[in-house]
């Protein structure tokens, strides 16, 4: 049976370490990356199933990244894991091709949920935005 795949983008190690220790216990960590520039091309280049993406990855954000993604050859799905709460955010990532908005703060108990809805092409949004 083929296991998930998924790349994770953020620009903070400890972040990233601490979402792969998460994911790793079901799901395929093909890369951890730290740096904007590579997301699109390791997404051509690794084709996973899901992308994890910050907004704040730098100089771009990581909805510009998503609708760089969404106009390239990658067709993974996308996950937002952020700390903004902001409506418009959450519109904004909706609107680049986004399944799912989870807040940082409940990366432990949301995450896998919305990697599960994902794959199931529903729309996930961790319960504290929508409360």
């Keep these: 049976m083929h296991r998930v795949r998924i790349l994770l983008a953020d620009r903070y190690s400890p972040l990233l370490h601490q979402v ?8 395929d960590v093909v890369a951890a990356v730290k740096d904007e520039l590579t997301v699109v091309s390791e997404c051509i280049r690794l084709k996973p199933d899901i992308v994890v993406l910050d907004i704040s990855m730098g100089e771009k954000s990581g909805i510009d990244l998503a609708q760089q993604l969404r106009q390239s050859r990658c067709n993974s799905k996308i996950i937002f894991l952020t700390v903004y709460e902001d409506r418009e955010f959450i519109d904004a990532a909706i609107d680049a091709g986004a399944l799912a908005y989870v807040k940082k703060s409940r990366l432990n108990t949301d995450l896998t949920a919305a990697v599960e ?15």
């Design 117 to 131: 809805a994902v794959l199931a092409d529903r729309f996930f949004i961790s319960r504290s935005f929508v409360e």
């Design 20 to 27: 792969t220790r998460v994911l790793e216990k079901n799901y």
